[in-house]
């Protein structure tokens, strides 16, 4: 989604989706930084992989079992192969920056949540050509998830490949203190691997707050909606993108996606 064709070419944000797949939440979220003033992509990683019918958290618990092996075995599709994962997402860096609505001049930015916030790493691993990224309440290393064997998917070998990473663009972790998928030992592995790779970045720890804290409890269990650190992560993202976007007026938005107010 894209502003008033009349405000000329402006940034583009990619997001990527959790591991339901895309769903009415990430559009939500394309709307919103179109009010900002920035062209909001929101990526399909998934594609016939889970159907777009079936994203949406179940209102009959008997499905749910079923749901979740049928999303994480999307997610194990690409987060098992590095390669691929990549590819994946530079094919949608390459078909965002299509839009004539796109200022092609400055380089994008990637957002996402939970499997999204991985995703963005995985931008910066691969070197894609973004200026900033932003990982809501995302899993730090790529192919850890447990819950994909919790869940009953069927766990493909995994597959590494290269690192070429990005060190022109900004890294922001926004982390729910006690988001049980992001150990202590988890962070000690991101610090050191960003600080050997010579990358820029920022880790927000928000006390008390749990997985899912930037996710509206509209879409069943996975949101856990923490008002205070939904507020505070995108008051960071909106900063980030002043930075990295420097010149380019940001529109002010009372309320973000999950409907949390934002002061101006």
């Not at 869940?151 to 060190?167: D, F, Q, R, S, V």
Request: some cysteine; hydrophobic content about 40%.
């Amino acid at each position: 989604m894209a502003p008033s064709a009349a405000q000329g070419p402006r940034p583009l944000v990619l997001i990527f989706h959790n591991f339901q797949g895309l769903k009415f939440f990430e559009l939500d979220v394309a709307e919103y930084l179109a009010k900002l003033g920035y062209v909001g992509l929101a990526a399909d990683l998934y594609g016939d992989l889970v159907p777009s019918h079936q994203r949406l958290w179940p209102e009959n618990e008997q499905l749910v079992p079923a749901f979740r092996k049928r999303c994480f075995e999307g997610l194990v599709s690409l987060d098992h192969d590095h390669e691929k994962f990549r590819a994946l997402l530079k094919i949608w860096l390459e078909k965002g920056l299509e839009s004539p609505f796109v200022d092609k001049t400055v380089a994008p930015a990637a957002i996402g949540y939970c499997f999204g916030g991985m995703a963005v790493l995985e931008c910066i691993r691969g070197g894609l050509d973004v200026g900033g990224v932003v990982s809501f309440h995302g899993l730090l290393q790529t192919g850890e998830d447990p819950n994909a064997a919790k869940y009953g998917a069927t766990i493909p070998p995994l597959k590494l490949c290269e690192n070429h990473y990005n060190k022109k663009a900004v890294v922001l972790i926004e982390n729910g203190a006690t988001d049980y998928l992001v150990t202590n030992e988890s962070k000690e592995r991101f610090y050191a691997e960003m600080n050997e790779a010579g990358v820029d970045w920022n880790f927000h720890d928000h006390s008390g707050t749990p997985h899912g804290f930037a996710l509206p409890p509209t879409l069943g269990s996975p949101g856990h909606l923490h008002l205070s650190s939904d507020r505070r992560s995108t008051m960071n993202m909106l900063s980030l993108f002043k930075e990295i976007f420097p010149g380019v007026p940001q529109n002010y938005v009372a309320r973000n996606a999950a409907g949390t107010a934002i002061p101006v």
